[in-house]
Structure formats: C-alpha cells, structure tokens
C-alpha cells in the first residue's frame, strides 16, 4: 500500500509563495497520476491539480495562472507551487493517488489579508 506524506504548508500573507512537496513510499508513482486536493472548513473537498505519469497537468480554474504542479518520479514526489495566495486558498490541502484510494494526512495552508 502507497503512503504518501505532504509537507510544507504554513502561515502566508496575500500575495505570497508556497511550495507544497508530496513523497510516496512506493516506485508506483512513476505510473500514477498524482494530484493534489483541498478542503476548506464547512466545503468539501476539490481537486485543485494534477499530473499525469507523461507529465500532462489539469487545473481549476480558481488556481490557473498561479499554481504549478509538477514531479520528480527520481525522489517519488510531486509539487505544488504556489503563488500569488489568496485568503481563499486557505485550506488543508492533500496529496492522493485517487485510483487507489491514497491520501496523505494533510498539510495546513493559511493565507492571511
């Protein structure tokens, strides 16, 4: 079974840049399409981006223009940059491989005005 760990998450003004990393436990996620999701209280949770094994990426339309997903299949992990946060972003966001039903714990990130 794949475990997948985010880490980099924190406390950002508007206008600010994070850069979110996600390893994997297994030489799987050179196959798989990695994405990363979001939960904001009281919303459910909404893909905000994903990556193809051959690199092919899809985005929200609430994040286009300013966040970059992007991987490493070397170090079996996936980014998310982030720029140009908004207080809307605020949310925990999660690393999965939804065709196997794998989630990272979730990383806090918080975008103050």
């Known amino acids: 079974q794949v475990q997948l760990a985010e880490s980099g998450g924190g406390l950002v003004q508007a206008g600010g840049s994070l850069r979110l990393s996600c390893a994997a436990s297994?030489?799987?996620?050179?196959?798989?399409?990695m994405e990363w999701y979001r939960q904001a209280p009281g919303n459910q949770r909404g893909l905000v981006a994903s990556?193809?094994?051959?690199?092919?990426?899809n985005y929200a339309d609430s994040v286009k223009g300013r966040f970059t997903i992007s991987r490493d299949n070397a170090k079996n992990t996936v980014y998310l940059q982030m720029n140009s946060l908004k207080p809307e972003d605020t949310a925990v966001y999660y690393c999965?491989?939804?065709?196997?039903?794998?989630w990272g714990q979730g990383t806090q990130v918080t975008v103050s005005s």
């Open positions: 999965a491989i939804s065709q196997l039903n794998a």
């Open positions: 297994s030489s799987i996620f050179s196959f798989a399409t």
């Open positions: 990556i193809t094994s051959s690199g092919r990426t």
